[in-house]
């Protein structure tokens, strides 16, 4: 089945240890986006990248950082940085930049304490 | 500037009962996209719809209808004929139509619907 994989589920870290959540699609996609969700919230982005080796900043990419060196993986490391980084992490991708409808993955939920 | 807005922040029905969720956006743009996604309990996002802004046509499919009105900048989402299964967060999201550039999405805050067996 075609479709966006997030891994882990949950995730818990100590304060000051960067921490990497995968995004892997089998859609062939070329872009892929990665979203920050907060209670009460809508979706914030972080970063996006359109084509492999290329990637751009998003509404709140302080304390985050992506790799995109292969089409179907969009890695996101979340930094000591970072000052708040407990939250619900979705990655999504589309077509191609032109295309307006991104499919998300099922999340990752971190927790830093 | 591109914004978002669901006023209504939770709403319960009873089942089989009919519930519209209100979204109003503001956009500069002249050309863009609207769209409506569910987020069930598992937190995945499902696209549910996607309306350019050149139509203004409603659209329906089964339960769902949205009714699209570009005077009031809207894009109101019904459910007919509530279910269980329908409860969850539902998102409008905006986007513009970009040439250059990631077609990046602007979301609501959400509302989330309760439907009570």
């Known amino acids: 089945d075609g479709g966006i994989t997030q891994s882990p589920k949950y995730l818990f870290r100590k304060e000051g240890q960067n921490v990497t959540l995968s995004c892997e699609q089998n859609?062939?996609?070329?872009?892929m986006y990665w979203y920050r969700q907060d209670p009460g919230q809508g979706l914030r982005l972080i970063y996006y990248?359109?084509?492999?080796?290329?990637?751009q900043k998003g509404d709140i990419a302080e304390g985050y950082s992506v790799s995109r060196e292969k089409k179907e993986s969009f890695p996101l490391t979340v930094t000591s940085a970072q000052k708040n980084p407990t939250a619900f992490y979705l990655c999504?991708?589309?077509?191609?930049?032109?295309?307006?409808?991104?499919?998300f993955g099922p999340g990752t939920r971190l927790t830093v304490t | 500037a591109q914004k978002v807005t669901q006023a209504q922040t939770e709403i319960s029905v009873v089942e089989k009962e009919d519930v519209t969720l209100d979204c109003v956006y503001e956009?500069?743009?002249?050309?863009?996209?609207l769209f409506w996604y569910k987020q069930p309990p598992s937190g995945e996002l499902v696209f549910l719809i996607r309306?350019?802004?050149?139509?203004?046509q409603n659209e329906i499919s089964g339960r769902y209808s949205w009714n699209f009105q570009k005077s009031t900048s809207s894009f109101n989402f019904t459910i007919t004929a509530s279910q269980v299964v329908d409860s969850a967060v539902y998102f409008c999201?905006?986007?513009?139509?970009?040439?250059?550039?990631?077609?990046?999405?602007?979301f609501g805050t959400g509302t989330r619907l309760t439907v009570i067996p």
């Open positions: 999504a991708s589309s077509i191609d930049r032109t295309s307006y409808e991104q499919y």
């Open positions: 859609l062939n996609h070329d872009a």
């Open positions: 990248s359109q084509i492999v080796n290329d990637f």
């Open positions: 956009t500069r743009d002249t050309t863009y996209y």
């Open positions: 309306r350019n802004s050149f139509d203004e």
């Open positions: 999201a905006l986007s513009q139509m970009v040439k250059t550039g990631a077609n990046n999405l602007f």
